[in-house]
């Protein structure tokens, strides 16, 4: 009888332990880990064991007013155990448990300290200039956090255009010049926007060649003819405009 190739004597040897693995580990598992439907009724049971912690936020609008104020204003989305922790004990015993009421500062801005990668508009503030060594609460409140007044200037919200215009050609170009802000975008940013120019001709008071006819205080701006330069596209799909690049 020819003697098998080593390779494939090994290749077998592996695959015999393999199998044989597999039989020994249905003997060795337990029929929670081997039965799906068993195993959901163990998982389901074991959770509802564990203890109830977190109560839900609709446990709360029976006993507190600043439910019905936290569902209409800013904080609507958030659960009210997001700030207070968890409010299972207190539901059970409110006499006896009170939630947390955090009153520091460095609580709120674990949220809005000012960081790069929170989408445009959310509220955010550099913690040591904005209101230093005060308690968030003193002006805002925490159930419908509405500013004292509406932010004056664009930096306020969007600080990194702001600092990147500041370096860039459009430099004393006003923000209003290229977009109608509307009085709620101040109140509600992120659900009333702002204008962006839809069309080349918008750029092209400024840089179009026949601007220089029409507005002598553009006379110095970098001048392309509308009519070939970069054809169908809206300008702003290959330049930024607030750092647009000059050749």
């Given at each position: 009888?020819?003697?098998?190739p080593?390779?494939?004597t090994?290749l077998l040897?592996v695959?015999?332990?393999?199998?044989c693995g597999?039989?020994?580990?249905?003997?060795?598992?337990p029929?929670?880990l081997?039965d799906?439907?068993?195993?959901i009724?163990a998982t389901?049971?074991?959770?509802t064991?564990?203890?109830?912690k977190?109560?839900?936020s609709?446990?709360?609008k029976d006993?507190?007013?600043?439910y019905?104020?936290k569902?209409?204003?800013?904080?609507?989305n958030l659960s009210?155990e997001?700030?207070?922790?968890p409010?299972?004990?207190h539901?059970?015993n409110?006499?006896?448990?009170k939630?947390?009421?955090p009153?520091?500062r460095?609580?709120?801005?674990?949220?809005?300290?000012y960081?790069?990668a929170?989408?445009t508009?959310f509220?955010q503030?550099?913690?040591?200039?904005?209101n230093?060594?005060?308690p968030?609460?003193?002006?805002?409140n925490?159930?419908?956090?509405?500013?004292?007044?509406v932010p004056?200037?664009?930096?306020?919200?969007?600080?990194?255009?702001?600092r990147?215009?500041?370096i860039s050609p459009?430099?004393?170009?006003?923000?209003?010049t290229c977009?109608?802000?509307?009085?709620?975008?101040?109140v509600?940013?992120?659900a009333?926007?702002?204008?962006?120019p839809q069309?080349?001709?918008?750029?092209?008071?400024?840089h179009?060649?026949?601007?220089?006819?029409k507005?002598?205080?553009?006379?110095?701006?970098?001048k392309?003819?509308?009519?070939?330069?970069?054809?169908?596209?809206?300008?702003?799909q290959?330049h930024?405009?607030h750092m647009?690049?000059?050749?």
């Amino acid at each position: 009888m020819k003697k098998l190739p080593e390779a494939l004597t090994r290749l077998l040897i592996v695959f015999a332990v393999f199998i044989c693995g597999i039989f020994l580990l249905r003997f060795i598992l337990p029929a929670t880990l081997k039965d799906t439907k068993m195993h959901i009724r163990a998982t389901i049971e074991k959770e509802t064991l564990r203890e109830k912690k977190y109560a839900g936020s609709s446990a709360c609008k029976d006993c507190h007013d600043e439910y019905n104020v936290k569902k209409e204003g800013y904080h609507r989305n958030l659960s009210c155990e997001t700030c207070h922790g968890p409010a299972q004990r207190h539901v059970e015993n409110p006499q006896e448990v009170k939630p947390e009421v955090p009153q520091k500062r460095e609580f709120c801005i674990l949220c809005h300290a000012y960081n790069l990668a929170r989408p445009t508009g959310f509220p955010q503030i550099n913690p040591v200039l904005h209101n230093p060594l005060k308690p968030c609460a003193t002006c805002h409140n925490p159930h419908d956090p509405k500013p004292p007044q509406v932010p004056t200037e664009c930096v306020a919200c969007h600080g990194e255009i702001s600092r990147t215009k500041a370096i860039s050609p459009h430099v004393q170009i006003e923000c209003t010049t290229c977009h109608t802000v509307p009085e709620e975008h101040k109140v509600t940013p992120r659900a009333v926007r702002p204008t962006i120019p839809q069309e080349r001709e918008f750029c092209g008071k400024c840089h179009g060649k026949e601007s220089d006819e029409k507005n002598a205080s553009v006379k110095d701006t970098p001048k392309v003819d509308l009519s070939t330069h970069g054809e169908k596209y809206l300008c702003w799909q290959c330049h930024y405009p607030h750092m647009p690049e000059v050749e």
